[in-house]
């Protein structure tokens, strides 16, 4: 019976998978390529408004409408922990700007098949700290002179870090002891560039998980 049930659980996962990739607005990086649904993208490049002074770190990433036809799109997201300052997003067309934790909405625009729109999304830090968000793509039908949910797309996690390597945050209520980068080799790295390496986070606990990571 174990056997059945855990073949069912790991087909039941596929599926969502496979829907999740058939789904019509993917993320995509500055080059086209679609960016894997749940991937962590660690966000550590900041830029200086030259007019007000403000902080900026932008995300870079984009979404493509890879379907056939013209949907209504938008995006949930939830700001996981914020230390300071605001998370902003401008996608699909208004901008929202939030301060504090908890799951939002973004607002719902056409977007035509072929179509990449940036994403538009930073943190604006006024200190060191770090910003985690879950992003993601939605999709709406009309119906009468309102827009229903239509279907959940792929997430992508944005981890900001501001001046701070994060080590003795608190990550999901446990406290974070050590975080440890591989390459795609297996090989520990003390200093990641760009590119793609999985994280390994140690909690005080003894716990621990991998994420694979997108530095950029």
Avoid at 9 to 38: E, H
Avoid at 111 to 138: H, M
Avoid at 182 to 199: A, E, N, W
Wanted: net charge negative; aromatic share 12%.
């Amino acid at each position: 019976m174990k056997k059945t049930v855990t073949f069912f659980v790991c087909l039941l996962a596929a599926l969502a998978v496979q829907a999740q990739s058939d789904f019509p607005l993917q993320f995509v990086d500055k080059d086209g390529q679609i960016i894997p649904d749940g991937t962590a993208l660690d966000l550590m490049e900041y830029e200086v408004d030259e007019f007000f002074g403000d902080i900026i770190m932008p995300t870079k990433v984009w979404v493509k409408n890879v379907g056939d036809e013209t949907v209504q799109g938008g995006a949930s997201y939830t700001i996981v922990s914020i230390s300071n300052g605001w998370f902003q997003t401008c996608f699909p067309s208004n901008c929202t700007r939030q301060s504090i934790k908890g799951t939002f909405q973004t607002g719902k625009a056409a977007i035509p098949p072929g179509e990449v729109r940036d994403l538009q999304t930073e943190w604006l830090p006024n200190g060191e700290g770090q910003c985690e968000v879950t992003y993601q793509l939605q999709t709406f039908r009309k119906v009468g002179n309102n827009y229903l949910p239509d279907g959940d797309g792929p997430t992508i996690v944005l981890c900001y870090a501001y001046g701070t390597t994060g080590i003795g945050d608190t990550k999901a209520g446990k406290k974070v002891g050590t975080v440890t980068y591989y390459d795609l080799t297996g090989q520990p790295t003390s200093r990641p560039v760009h590119g793609v390496y999985m994280k390994k986070t140690t909690y005080v606990d003894g716990t621990s998980d991998v994420q694979k990571h997108i530095f950029r």
